[in-house]
């Protein structure tokens, strides 16, 4: 018989919280376990590696909607993988808006933070912000 493993294990594996689990279980990107005659969850080293998958693609800032389906290409291997090039190119292009966005926040806050200012009413921030 192979190996089994209770949600705590699971989650040590896979670094996955629990309540992240639960939620991936809820949400379908993880198949509702096996569960042991005491009712516990007993989940197989697939279940690991697929909650390894998710992770790493949050990590990457996919949507929830966006790893289902990169995993249905990983679980369909003969599959063209341009759904995944086309997915990566838009995720790349949001990211590459946010980081210029950002850049924009930092150039106004450093402006910001040279106030010389003393009182609130001579703060460059508050003045900023004040419609």
Do not use: W
Not at 43 to 65: P, W
């Amino acid at each position: 018989m192979s190996k089994t493993y209770s949600i705590g294990a699971l989650s040590s594996l896979s670094g996955v919280n629990i309540e992240t689990i639960r939620y991936y279980e809820r949400v379908k990107l993880l198949a509702a376990p096996a569960r042991s005659s005491n009712g516990y969850r007993c989940y197989d080293h697939s279940a690991a590696e697929r909650l390894t998958f998710v992770r790493r693609g949050r990590e990457l800032g996919f949507t929830v909607d966006e790893i289902r389906r990169l995993l249905e290409l990983a679980d369909n291997p003969d599959r063209p993988c341009a759904d995944a090039d086309q997915m990566v190119l838009a995720h790349l292009e949001n990211i590459e808006g946010r980081i210029r966005d950002l850049q924009r926040m930092r150039k106004a806050l450093r402006e910001i933070s040279r106030c010389a200012g003393t009182t609130a009413a001579d703060c460059r921030l508050v003045r900023t912000l004040v419609p």
